[in-house]
């Protein structure tokens, strides 16, 4: 299986995608005090999903997914503050949380698959 094929990685870089599209419109203090942070913990998921799929021991897998749901807890913790702030539409919100709570699952699922199939192999 190809990194650009695992479903989680996908749903990771659409939320890459979505993540600009709120960016873009924030003022430049805006920006930098929430948008910057924001963008760098949605980038951080893909960016683990993709590190941990590229090595061997399902441990070292596994420690950059751990790293990949921590950095997508804080993108929801981000999303929060720009909500309550009123820097994004609810729509948008919406949208965003509707995936990312998705993706939370998906990774979730993806990291027990990794520690079921070590567990396999040790048989």
Known sequence: MNLENLE?????RELNKMAWGIYGPLG??????????FLSATDSIGANIAEGFGRFHYLDKN??????RGSLLETIYWLEVL??????????FS???NKI???HKMLN???????????????
């Open 8 to 12: 989680i990685y996908k749903m990771a």
């Open 28 to 37: 430049w203090q805006d920006k930098k005090t929430m948008g910057d942070q």
């Open 63 to 68: 420690k950059f997914n751990y790293n990949a």
């Open 83 to 92: 909500k309550e702030r009123g820097k994004i539409s609810k729509e948008a």
């Open 95 to 97: 949208d965003f949380s």
């Open 101 to 103: 709570t998705k993706l």
């Open 109 to 123: 699922s993806y990291i027990s698959s990794t520690k079921l199939q070590k567990a396999k192999d040790e048989v």
